[in-house]
């Protein structure tokens, strides 16, 4: 028996949804700066629904146990980022961890009611 998992493994949840590729901000650390190579756009409710769907697939399975809705966009720049926080929230359920990564920049005292 090796330490390492045969590849490929089964897909058993999903990790993260990416809302948007844009950001506020220009940090060096990050893989934005000075720039990466891919358009900077926010994700279509089309795309948001497959993502979901999927989402809702592994909760009925029993192995989606988080969902974290962050990646190298900043989230809160989608016009619809509290309506799709809401829609992922209602699909994982409350026992879940909803995870959100923000650079904090939009949460305001609105947003964080919200």
């Known amino acids: ?7 490929p493994r089964p897909v058993r949840d ?3 949804i990416e809302f948007s590729t844009r ?9 934005h700066f000075p720039e990466l190579p891919r358009t ?3 994700m279509t409710e ?6 979901l769907d ?8 029993g192995t989606q146990t988080e969902l974290s809705l962050t990646g190298i966009g900043e989230a809160m720049l989608h ?5 799709y926080a809401t829609r992922a929230r209602d ?20 947003m964080a009611a919200a």
């Open 79 to 83: 016009e619809r980022f509290v309506e």
């Open 1 to 7: 028996m090796t330490p390492f998992t045969a590849y």
């Open 91 to 110: 699909v994982i359920g409350p026992q879940r961890h909803l995870i959100i990564t923000t650079n904090g920049l939009l949460l305001d005292d609105k």
């Open 40 to 42: 900077k756009e926010d």
């Open 54 to 61: 999927l989402v809702r697939f592994y909760v009925r399975q």
């Open 14 to 16: 999903i990790h993260q």
């Open 46 to 51: 089309e795309t948001f629904a497959a993502a």
């Open 23 to 31: 950001c506020n901000l220009r940090c060096v650390y990050c893989p």
